[in-house]
């Protein structure tokens, strides 16, 4: 029971350029969601967020899209750098549960090329 | 900057044999969480756990495993009778109030042979 999909396992693009990833989710009742970042050996780290109420959220060289109809989100990486290069993945709070359990995606492998 | 420190970093432990993974959790944090990822696998909640008891667990949870906040500060996952496909990295996080990001610790690499 796949409720957040990342159907692009991997990625690649020229430092200098926009990186996309993409995630989708099937749970209407997800109310926020969240990009983490993962390096090999590490634990995930939070980049950036975005409420359901809002369809933009923007920090620095990251943006995320949340798209409610199509129940799609989007992390755009401007402009890519080789630093980040790694595991991204998508994740998810369902706002019917109030334990902020995290549903995860299984995660995009970007490869940043200088 | 707080982190959530999570020890050890690699336990390998015989098939039957019960193990102990420790977290401290940043401190001002309410809400503490065990997540596993089988290698090539996606990140996988097993236990959320609030005002000292447990507030829910996913199927993954069954009785094997145990969760426990022993003092203050740490929190700890016990597996009473580890088996081959317990062997995954496990994650300790927590979350200052339940619906803001969650910070991850490093991970505890668990190899059952």
């Known amino acids: 029971d796949q409720q957040v999909k990342q159907n692009s396992p991997s990625l690649s693009v020229q430092e200098g350029r926009i990186s996309i990833l993409n995630c989708d989710y099937t749970?209407?009742?997800?109310?926020?969601f969240l990009w983490y970042k993962k390096y090999p050996a590490e634990g995930p780290t939070f980049l950036i967020s975005?409420?359901?109420?809002?369809d933009k959220n923007e920090d620095g060289r990251f943006t995320v899209f949340l798209n409610k109809s199509a129940k799609h989100l989007s992390l755009h990486i401007v402009p890519s750098q080789p630093g980040d290069s790694a595991v991204y993945f998508c994740?998810?709070?369902?706002?019917?549960?109030?334990?902020?359990?995290?549903?995860f995606g299984q995660g995009t492998t970007l490869q940043v090329k200088p | 900057e707080p982190e959530v420190t999570q020890t050890p970093s690699h336990q390998v432990t015989q098939m039957g044999q019960e193990v102990i993974l420790r977290c401290v959790p940043i401190?001002?944090?309410?809400?503490f969480y065990w997540y596993r990822q089988i290698l090539g696998q996606k990140v996988e909640f097993l236990v959320s756990?609030?005002?000292?008891?447990?507030?829910?667990k996913s199927e993954i949870f069954d009785d094997q495993f145990s969760v426990e906040r022993p003092d203050g500060s740490n929190f700890t996952l016990k597996i009473r009778s580890t088996k081959l496909e317990d062997s995954a990295m496990y994650f300790c996080?927590?979350?200052?109030?339940?619906?803001?990001?969650?910070?991850f610790g490093q991970g505890t690499r668990l190899t059952v042979v």
């Open positions: 975005i409420s359901s109420i809002k």
């Open positions: 996080a927590s979350n200052p109030t339940g619906d803001t990001e969650a910070f």
């Open positions: 994740a998810a709070y369902d706002g019917s549960s109030n334990t902020g359990k995290l549903i």
């Open positions: 749970n209407s009742m997800f109310d926020y």
């Open positions: 401190s001002n944090h309410l809400y």
């Open positions: 756990f609030y005002n000292n008891e447990i507030s829910e």
